[in-house]
Each structure stands twice: as structure tokens, then as C-alpha cells.
């Protein structure tokens, strides 16, 4: 069996690569790992991270209920409160979508008994995790049956979502009297 150039250029090749690796056998290294986030001034632990949980972190079983208006220690990225008080306030309607982290609520379309030519539906937003007026948002939709039989769109007073706002309101503060007697 002849030996190829290709041959000896391939164990050339191998040759050189054990070489190089057997000549890194004498480099000194030393097993040192940063004890601290560069620029920080922590010890070995850095004690102050943001997380996109918070400051207390993921607490799902935490009971403590708190003062401040926030409804207790609660992973709900929104007010309590106002979360179950939205829910109780449009329980006669079906939920289409409910994003307890997001803080919204979506129905589906409703027809009232009274008026089955016509249907509501509502978006309830919760904008903050404090108890206060401003953190709520009610979006109402309404449709018309025509004489053709086909929904068709239909303008909304603005007293309808304010109404159901004052309703959720009222409910929260109620949820939370009660909840702060207990």
C-alpha cells in the first residue's frame, strides 16, 4: 500500500494539532470567578437585583394582608380589589377572556331577556395596583339586530361605562372594608 500525498499531508496535519495541544500542557491557570456583578460593591452575594417580579419576588402563599391599598401580597400583576370586584360586578354576563396578570376582562356578547334584539359586550381594564378611581377602565360595546337579521354596530353612551366603573368601585370598596374587619 503506497503512501499519498493526501496521506501525508492528513498525518502532517494531525501531527502539527498534537504538537500545538501537548504545548498547552504548560500554561499556568488559575481558577478565579468574580465574587460580585462588575462595578457593584457587593460581597460574594449581590442582595439588591431587579427581577420581573418585583421587590418581594414570586410570593404566591404569602397571607400577609397590606395596608397600603394594594389588595394583600397577591403574583396579580393588578389591584385585588378591583380584580374581584370586576368580576363579581359583570357575572351575569359570560367571561370571554380574564388576564389577571394584564388586569383585563373581556365578555362576550350578552342579550338581556328585555331586549333580545340588542347585546352588550365590555373590556374592563385594570390600570394599577392601588384602590384609587383612576384605575379603572370599562369599555362597552353594543350591536342592533337590523331587519336583515345581521349585528350591526351601535354608539354607546358614555354613561354606561361610567356607571359600571362607579359599580366595580363601590364593590372594591366594599371587598375591602371587609377585608381589613377580618
Known amino acids: 500500500m503506497a503512501v499519498t500525498g493526501k496521506d501525508l499531508l492528513r ?13 498547552c500542557s504548560g500554561v499556568e491557570t488559575e481558577a478565579s470567578y468574580p465574587r460580585s456583578i462588575p462595578g457593584g460593591t457587593g460581597g460574594t452575594y449581590e442582595t439588591q437585583r431587579q427581577t420581573i417580579f418585583g421587590d418581594g419576588g414570586l410570593n404566591i402563599f404569602d397571607t400577609e394582608k397590606s395596608r397600603d391599598g394594594t389588595g394583600g401580597a397577591s403574583p396579580i ?11 363579581d360586578t359583570i357575572s351575569f354576563m359570560p367571561l370571554a ?20 334584539g340588542e347585546r352588550m359586550k365590555l373590556t374592563v381594564y385594570i390600570l394599577d395596583r392601588q384602590l384609587r378611581a383612576d384605575g379603572i377602565r370599562v369599555a362597552a360595546f353594543k350591536q342592533r339586530r337590523d331587519e336583515t337579521g345581521a349585528w350591526v354596530d351601535q354608539p354607546v353612551e358614555p354613561a354606561v361605562a ?10 372594591a370598596r366594599q371587598l375591602r372594608v371587609s377585608s381589613s374587619a377580618s
Do not use: C, H, K
Request: glycine residues 10%; without cysteine.
Open 11 to 23: 498525518y502532517a496535519t494531525l501531527a502539527g494539532a498534537l504538537a500545538l495541544l501537548a504545548g
Open 162 to 171: 361610567t356607571r359600571i366603573e362607579d359599580a366595580i368601585l363601590t364593590r
Open 77 to 87: 400583576g393588578v389591584n385585588s380589589f378591583l380584580w374581584r370586584a370586576s368580576l
Open 97 to 116: 377572556s380574564a388576564d389577571p396578570f394584564g388586569g383585563v376582562l373581556i365578555t362576550d356578547w350578552y342579550s338581556a331577556p328585555e331586549t333580545p
